[in-house]
């Protein structure tokens, strides 16, 4: 009888250490399950949120339309296809503001411009905007704003143009920088890099200002001919106001088409603005622009 009852007393024993065990694999793979669930909707949303952020070019819509707040009617956008790829882009044309009732000119005196020779142009004519505020200096791009360089201005005073502009306090900013830093024909990732940081920076420093991206603006076809300013071509200049435009949706900027009123039918800037270098603009040409300027805004 002892014998059996030992005999029973080890294979209980048994029994409850096998379901023990299995138990445990049971508990083991459902925590491995849950973890393993847990990690891919992690991923799944840092990688969506990374999406938003770097490939808006290629985020269209099923029906081809864009609503955003910015722009409560729904607009359809022209979609190309970018050369030698099967990837997609905005077309700028379509992503810009629309045209709204005009402003007056005085309404320029609470405006900062920011940008590089083409800007100071705005400022050194006549073009009937003389309240505007300017951080303009020559040969600057993005990435002088963004490294607090030192740059001068027109007069001659030297300064670090974001301390400047948040000095003015202004309520909405137009910038418009690329054509200096673009003219070899290279590639342009850094470029739109240091524009994403500089309009952070300035939505940080100017969280009540309505920034305007405006387009950059085109040459003549010749221009391109030039030493160092085979990136200044039409083409070129089309697919980097692309990324430019979506950059301005993604960063709840509006954007400007200024081609709208520099550019002849083939895309090319107008002869009759054009300076003799191609690219800069002569005071007819700033006339058409500031009309612009005062037809497109959100006031």
Same mark, same amino acid.
């Given at each position: 009888m002892a014998d059996y009852q030992e005999y029973r007393r080890r294979i209980l024993h048994r029994r409850w250490r096998r379901v023990f065990i299995i138990v445990a694999l049971l508990a083991l793979v459902a925590l491995l399950s849950a973890i393993g669930i847990l990690w891919k909707v992690l991923h799944r949303e840092r990688v969506d949120t990374v999406l938003s952020q770097n490939t808006i070019l290629r985020q269209v819509t099923t029906d081809n339309t864009w609503n955003t707040v910015n722009y409560p009617l729904a607009r359809q956008l022209r979609?190309?296809?970018?050369?030698?790829?099967?990837?997609?882009?905005?077309?700028?044309?379509? %992503?810009?503001?629309? %045209? $709204?009732? @005009?402003?007056?000119?005085?309404?320029?005196?609470?405006?900062?411009?920011?940008?590089?020779?083409?800007?100071?142009?705005?400022?050194?004519?006549?073009?009937?905007? @003389?309240? %505007?505020?300017?951080? %303009?200096?020559?040969?600057?791009?993005?990435?002088?704003? +963004?490294?607090?360089?030192?740059?001068?201005?027109?007069?001659? +005073?030297?300064?670090? !143009?974001?301390?400047?502009?948040?000095?003015?306090? !202004?309520?909405?900013?137009?910038?418009?920088?690329?054509?200096?830093?673009?003219?070899?024909?290279?590639?342009?990732?850094?470029?739109?890099?240091?524009?994403?940081?500089?309009?952070?920076?300035? $939505?940080?420093?100017? @969280?009540?200002?309505?920034?305007?991206?405006?387009?950059?603006?085109?040459?003549?076809?010749?221009?391109?001919?030039?030493e160092n300013h085979a990136g200044l071509n039409r083409d070129r200049l089309c697919r980097i106001n692309n990324e430019l435009a979506a950059i301005a949706l993604e960063k709840d900027c509006y954007f400007l088409n200024l081609w709208e009123v520099l550019a002849d039918e083939n895309g090319d800037l107008i002869e009759s603005y054009a300076q003799p270098d191609g690219y800069h603009i002569k005071p007819e040409g700033y006339a058409a622009w500031v009309d612009y300027l005062c037809s497109h805004t959100m006031e």
């Amino acid at each position: 009888m002892a014998d059996y009852q030992e005999y029973r007393r080890r294979i209980l024993h048994r029994r409850w250490r096998r379901v023990f065990i299995i138990v445990a694999l049971l508990a083991l793979v459902a925590l491995l399950s849950a973890i393993g669930i847990l990690w891919k909707v992690l991923h799944r949303e840092r990688v969506d949120t990374v999406l938003s952020q770097n490939t808006i070019l290629r985020q269209v819509t099923t029906d081809n339309t864009w609503n955003t707040v910015n722009y409560p009617l729904a607009r359809q956008l022209r979609v190309q296809t970018l050369e030698g790829s099967t990837e997609t882009a905005l077309d700028f044309r379509m %992503a810009a503001l629309p %045209a $709204s009732a @005009p402003v007056e000119k005085s309404w320029f005196a609470q405006v900062s411009f920011v940008g590089d020779s083409l800007t100071q142009g705005l400022q050194i004519y006549d073009t009937g905007l @003389p309240g %505007a505020q300017f951080c %303009a200096y020559k040969g600057v791009g993005p990435n002088a704003f +963004v490294n607090g360089t030192s740059c001068k201005r027109v007069d001659g +005073v030297t300064e670090i !143009p974001l301390d400047a502009l948040t000095a003015q306090q !202004p309520k909405a900013v137009y910038v418009l920088l690329g054509s200096n830093v673009l003219g070899r024909d290279t590639d342009y990732t850094s470029f739109l890099t240091y524009y994403r940081l500089m309009l952070d920076m300035i $939505s940080q420093a100017l @969280p009540d200002a309505k920034i305007y991206v405006q387009s950059i603006t085109p040459v003549r076809p010749e221009v391109s001919a030039q030493e160092n300013h085979a990136g200044l071509n039409r083409d070129r200049l089309c697919r980097i106001n692309n990324e430019l435009a979506a950059i301005a949706l993604e960063k709840d900027c509006y954007f400007l088409n200024l081609w709208e009123v520099l550019a002849d039918e083939n895309g090319d800037l107008i002869e009759s603005y054009a300076q003799p270098d191609g690219y800069h603009i002569k005071p007819e040409g700033y006339a058409a622009w500031v009309d612009y300027l005062c037809s497109h805004t959100m006031e």
